[in-house]
């Protein structure tokens, strides 16, 4: 019979210790919304199980220091319903609730699809557009991962077998900012994405990030084109033209392949298309 | 370990594995009214509010919910005393099978706890994650709107809600189901909800491969196992042939499956049988047989099936009813009316195209699940998910050499079935293992096992030829079918054949030539599936109509009206085409076809639509620059029950209080028939709806019915309960007529009296005492049974309104309006909720479902994540509209409602694209990166306009 130990540390320090005292085999559980099928499944088999639900202070959204802090407990639902989060970061609040159903987003929490690293995870997506950096502890102290490097593969991150997120946080974005997210599924509630683009705008600076989900191993940046952007948005003549050519260069971050939900030809279509309507709306403000 | 929560308010202190979710926990403590659907977190049946918020309760370890406080749909109201949503719920009909219901209505009370006055989106939004597969979420909708003190913004157009009551007084009516709130309480008892001492657990060990033989299986690391207490293999069982399609004897489907073979014919096909005492125990034990196969080759395509040099997929000499061995030929058929070659040389125009209907899944909410045990006197009893539950009986005693009358087969609550519950699939199998073992077993198929080894509906390829005057009159159509029935051929002969019976006699035409070939694949196995090979038939012929018009000019409504079949006319391919027999003379003595249309039209606008049309350009520009909106129109007919071939019974027994039990073996899957045979017997004897107790499905107590498919309850089943209850009316007349002192011949029964011509009367009741204990003495009770042979088609019409994303190629609907003319509606609300499930059915089929396979034949979607059911948000808004037309040959003039409304989906959804883009799709589904790549070469690789 399966029956792994079962820790619910009441700290984060208990928590870290917790962990750390688990050894390789030992695994954090948040909301179970990913684990617990895997290991009713059995496909997942870890000997010891540290619930995270019951530390407090790891939970909710804080506004200060012109950062907003998500604790890693935060879920979607939170997220979603934040109203700083709604008006400064639209596209996090919007792909929080393009998370599943709200049954899920009851449930699930950022730090675990963070943690999960599944390349169509919704979140991710927004939060590698603003730039997120996550907070990670362990008995060994803390450390700051920006999300651009915290993804190494499919369900891979550079998180030690010890350590645990605490939060993600990221500069609040300035009142004239704006952001797009769009989610392309087959299916408006319960659907993973084919492709996902979480983008932002500041027209101080003159500069976009583009960030797309489901279109490479990891959620990726589509940092040339950005680049295009900053250095020609300001001077240019042409901006509609501009704006084409920066979604052109966009599509090139994408390596997509073909799996049950698209092909990779959709998805390269798509990832132009998207990147075309994204900049349109937020630069241009037309809605094209 | 130990956990301490309360549920429903109540401490409760258990101890579990850590391993384990609280699905399982709570189910197992007795919170029997949360259900299992998935288990993945996807179907929301599982629903519990974990301190108060709702959440599937198979994504939450039980040990997570230490300490918190859980709440089950019994914790929300009884019969007694049923929270308001429950009631709400059940006055507007929200539920039909009800096995979502329970999760949906916890999800209604916590969006309610946190808004009470949520918007339609926010509602949508709150229920998203609860799929329901019966419904189209119009009436849960509805219930909720009127929960957050707004009235029914958007009723359905049909408005009758009351019977008429110039002639009706129950028929006719909107009655609550009989089953009451106990079906939306968690009370009502679905199979895995049936307690048995020693119980094992049973599971099917599964081919890995799509064509294999197996050479050499060895049971004994799993037999050694403690706990394992039997595995079954091909050497253990009858090798009795015998077909899985639970339809009439001498069934029309070819007897090509035993109950284990030692060979595999697809991936997902039964290699042995475990039963164990857990269910961890027999999956364990199916992993540790140790089977050795010889790879057969596969054939993956259907047109390689019949193709020289082909793998045979069966081998056995001579089987019953399979056409053809050696070319993998199921079943094969061959129609002509007049001589379509002149047909064709008489036309001016003659069109010829080519349509695909992929491989989809009924998929019903609550998968299959048998239960099979001994009774005291050694006869075994099966509880089962079916359809057919007479069939079941008839079929395993058969597979496993048992005599009929030791078995009895019980139909308990069903969770959905759409078809895929009229085939024996774990019947036999179940019951073997309790023939060996002597003890119950209980096998609930997972939901990869539900997608992949069950049946779905047949993929079909369907070339259309059709030859038009100029005055658009149709001289001779040709439809030529290539039908893939998979591993095995249940329904190889009837669904084809219903791809033509039920759409080519719809427009009139002179030379008619129809074929088939059914071919055997190594891939999943096609069954029924509401609408029956019609579906596929109207995607392509109602595809073709609109093509047509579009390239004659013609309006393309009026084209179709012009060649709709008359009322008075005959139907020239019954009597060609019978269901896997003889063809029969059929008359259509009702058609409300133009009176849909009239309704639809109005609902839709469409007049306004078409006039709005800039000439020279497709569609209209949508709701966002990069979007193209359209409407599409369809017409269809179907059938209802199988002429000469369905036979329903019912039995009516009198009490002594003026009620009577009312015992059907019609197998109510969610739909209501029962209340509907129940208000039938109410109106023939004249008392109140509550009077008639419904009783159905228990091979042993109840009469003969074929059971619930061919869209046959209202009509077959139904003639029947009105024929028993004139018989026991009379009777009870003859009773009365003693008490008043009238002749029996002028009595009449209305609101639970008996009364004269004179004036005087009696209550039913007192006449039931009189006849039970009175001077003679008599349980009055009689039995009747029915079978038809007029199958009076009902007819729809059909729009939808919808925009394309021209940037991502996503159809977006934004309404569908459904007419049909159903003869007369028994219970309107039930009658529309057929209309609205089976609307959302066939978009899934239309726009976002399909088993796919890799190039081994595994299915790599079998799950609901990526088999995509709609979800509240998905359902656009559906409007169903009645049409009665008072069908002479039906009870109280009712014809059938419930699998047309599927038939009209695709063609007007590929209409409706056409209409938005000029992008004619002929193969299904349309997935936005078919419809991409579409309008891409539409665009000659431009990009379509507007798309960036
Ligand atoms: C029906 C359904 C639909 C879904 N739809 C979507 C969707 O549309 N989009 C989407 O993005 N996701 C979706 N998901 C996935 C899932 O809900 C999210 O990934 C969720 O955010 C995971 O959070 P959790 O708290 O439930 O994680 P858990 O299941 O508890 O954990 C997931 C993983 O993260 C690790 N982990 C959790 N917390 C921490 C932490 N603080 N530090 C380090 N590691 C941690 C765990 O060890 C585990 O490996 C869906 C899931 C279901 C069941
Ligand atoms: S059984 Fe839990 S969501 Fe389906
Ligand atoms: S009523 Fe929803 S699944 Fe049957």
């Keep these: 019979m399966y029956e792994p130990v079962w820790r619910h540390p009441k700290s984060l320090d208990e928590a870290v210790k917790a962990i750390g005292d688990a050894g390789e085999s030992g695994r954090l559980i948040a909301g179970g919304t990913d684990l617990a099928v895997l290991i009713r499944k059995g496909v997942s088999r870890p000997d010891v199980l540290v619930d995270l639900s019951g530390v407090c202070g790891h939970a909710g959204v804080t506004v200060a220091d012109g950062r907003i802090a998500l604790g890693a407990l935060a879920t979607h639902a939170e997220i979603g319903a934040h109203p700083v989060v709604r008006e400064r970061a639209g596209l996090l609040a919007r792909a929080c609730s393009a998370v599943g159903s709200a049954q899920t987003r009851s449930r699930g929490t950022v730090g675990g699809n963070v943690a999960n690293a599944s390349p169509a995870a919704d979140s991710v997506a927004a939060l590698a557009a603003l730039d997120g950096d996550v907070h990670v502890l362990s008995v060994r102290g803390d450390r700051v991962v920006p999300l651009a490097g915290f993804f190494k593969g499919p369900g891979a991150t550079v998180l030690a077998r010890d350590e645990l997120i605490t939060g993600i946080s990221f500069d609040l974005p300035g009142s004239d900012a704006r952001s797009y997210y769009r989610k392309v599924g087959q299916r408006n509630a319960l659907a993973i994405a084919i492709v996902s683009i979480g983008a932002t705008f500041d027209p101080e600076t003159g500069t976009v990030r583009l960030a797309f989900g489901s279109v490479a191993p990891t959620v990726v940046r589509a940092r040339a084109a950005e680049a295009l952007f900053a250095s020609e948005w300001g001077t240019s003549g042409n901006r509609p033209a501009l704006v084409g050519a920066v979604a052109r260069l966009a599509a090139e971050a994408a390596s997509p392949i073909d799996d049950v939900r698209a092909t990779a030809e959709y998805r390269m279509m798509l990832v132009e298309t998207l990147a075309a309507s994204s900049l349109k709306e937020m630069c241009l403000g037309t809605c094209a | 370990m130990t956990v301490r929560f309360t549920i429903n308010g109540k401490e409760v202190t258990t101890v579990v594995d850590v391993g384990e979710v609280l699905l399982d926990t709570l189910r197992r403590l007795g919170y029997r009214g949360v259900k299992s659907g998935c288990r993945t977190g996807n179907c929301g049946s599982c629903t519990v509010l974990l301190d108060g918020k709702p959440v599937p309760s198979c994504t939450v370890l039980a040990a997570q919910a230490d300490g918190h406080a859980v709440t089950t749909i019994e914790g929300l109201g009884d019969d007694h005393k049923p929270d308001p949503i429950q009631e709400t719920f059940l006055r507007h009909g929200a539920e039909q099978c009800a096995y979502c219901m329970q999760g949906m209505i916890l999800s209604t009370r916590a969006l309610l706890d946190e808004n009470p006055h949520p918007t339609d989106i926010e509602i949508r939004e709150g229920i998203s994650g609860n799929l329901c597969r019966c419904t189209a979420y119009v009436k849960a909708i509805e219930a909720i709107r009127e929960l957050a003190g707004r009235g029914n913004e958007n009723p359905d157009p049909w408005k009758r809600k009351e019977c008429d009551e110039e002639r009706y007084s129950t028929v006719g009516a909107c009655v609550e189901k009989t089953e009451g709130i106990g079906l939306l309480s968690g009370r009502a008892k679905y199979v895995d909800d049936f307690q048995f001492d020693n119980l094992l657990y049973g599971r099917v060990l599964r081919s890995p491969h799509a064509h294999a033989r197996i050479v050499r299986i060895d049971a004994s690391k799993a037999l050694a196992l403690p706990g394992v207490h039997c595995v079954l293999t091909h050497d253990d069982v009858p090798q009795v042939p015998f077909t899985t399609a639970g339809q009439n004897y001498p069934e029309p489907s070819p007897y090509d499956k035993v109950i284990l073979d030692e060979k595999v014919r697809f991936v997902g096909d039964r290699v042995a049988a475990v039963a164990a005492e857990t269910p961890l125990l027999a999956k364990r034990a199916c992993d540790l047989i140790d089977v050795e196969y010889e790879i057969l080759p596969a ?48 036309a001016d125009r003659v069109f010829e195209t080519e349509y695909y209907s992929q491989y989809v899944h009924c998929a019903p909410t609550e998968p299959h699940v ?50 895929v519950k009229q085939e024996i699939m774990l019947e036999d199998i179940c019951s073997a293992l309790t ?53 095995y051929g249940g329904h190889a002969l009837t669904v084809p054949s219903n791809t033509g019976s039920k759409t080519l006699p719809l427009y009139r035409t002179e030379h008619i030539r129809f074929v088939n070939h059914s071919v055997y694949t190594n891939l999943p196995v096609g069954g029924a599936y509401r609408g029956y090979g019609a579906v596929q038939g109207y995607f392509a012929i109602d595809s073709q109509m609109d093509e047509i018009a579009h390239e004659m000019g013609f309006d393309p409504v009026d084209f179709r009206l012009r060649n709709v079949i008359r009322q008075g006319e005959e139907d020239p391919v019954a009597r060609q085409l019978g269901e896997g027999k003889e063809g029969f003379e059929r008359i259509i003595r009702t058609n409300g076809l133009a009176e849909c249309w009239e309704k639809v039209k109005a609902v839709c606008d469409w007049d306004a639509w078409q006039a709005s049309l800039k000439p020279g350009e497709t569609g209209r520009s949508g709701s966002k620059p990069w979007t193209r909106r359209g409407k599409g129109m369809s017409f269809a007919m179907h059938g209802t029950g199988i002429p000469g071939d369905d036979m329903g019974a019912a039995t009516i027994k009198s009490n002594e209080d003026g009620s009577f039990n009312l015992l059907i073996g019609a197998t109510d899957l969610g739909t209501g028939s029962d209340t509907i045979l129940g208000q039938m017997a109410a109106e023939v004897l004249g008392v109140s709806s509550d009077r008639i107790l419904v009783y159905s499905s228990d091979t042993d107590r109840t009469p003969f019915d074929v059971g619930a498919y061919a869209s046959s309850t209202t009509y077959v089943s139904g003639g029947a309960v009105v024929k028993a209850a004139e018989k026991v009316r009379d009777r009870l007349f003859y009773h009365a007529s003693k008490l008043l002192g009238e002749d029996a011949s002028g009595l009449t029964c209305s609101d639970n009296r008996i009364a004269a011509p004179s004036g005087k009367s009696v209550s039913m009741g007192d006449v039931a005492m009189e006849a039970m204990y009175g001077e003679e003495k008599e349980q009055v009770a009689y039995t009747s049974s029915n079978i038809t042979f007029a199958c009076p088609p009902p007819f729809a019409a059909a729009c939808v309104d919808l925009e394309v994303d021209v940037g991502t190629g996503r159809v977006e609907v934004l309404e569908f309006v459904c007419a049909v003319d159903l003869g007369y509606a028994i219970n309107p609300t039930f009658a529309e909720g057929q209309i609205h499930g089976g609307i959302l059915q066939g978009l899934g089929q239309a726009l976002s479902e399909e088993m796919i396979f890799d190039g081994k034949g595994r299915m790599v979607n079998a799950n609901l994540t990526d088999y995509k059911i709609y979800s509240a948000v998905d359902a656009p808004e559906i409007r169903a509209i009645l049409v009665e037309t008072d069908e002479p040959t039906g009870p109280f003039g009712a014809k059938s409602v419930s699998e047309i409304p599927v038939d009209v989906v695709a063609p007007a959804v590929a209409n409706a694209i056409f209409a938005a883009t ?27 306009p507007g798309s960036n």
């Design chain 2, 299 to 346: 054939v993956l395509d259907m047109e390689q099936a019949m193709s020289e040099g082909a793998p045979r997929i069966h081998e056995k000499e001579d089987p019953r009813g399979i056409a053809d061995t050696s070319r993998n030929l199921a079943a094969h058929l061959d129609m002509d009316i007049g001589d379509v070659a002149k047909g064709f040389e008489e």
């Design chain 2, 370 to 419: 048998t239960a099979t045990s001994l009774d005291e006197k050694g006869r075994l009893v099966i509880v089962t998910s079916t359809q057919v539950p007479f069939h079941v009986r008839r079929i395993v005693a058969h597979a496993n050499e048992i005599p009929v009358s030791q078995v009895r087969v019980i139909k308990p609550r069903i969770g959905g079935g759409f078809g």
């Design chain 2, 435 to 487: 023939l060996r073992t002597r003890l119950p077993v209980k096998i609930m198929l997972d939901r990869d096992e539900e997608l992949f080894a069950t049946r779905t509906r047949h993929p079909q390829k369907l070339r259309v030829k059709t030859g038009v005057r100029n005055d658009g009159s149709i001289v001779a159509r040709e439809l030529d079918v290539l039908t893939n029935t998979g591993a």
């Design chain 2, 918 to 944: 000029g992008l004619r799709l002929r193969e299904l589904p349309f997935t936005p990166e078919r419809v991409l790549a579409g309008l891409d070469s539409l665009a000659g690789g431009q990009g379509f």
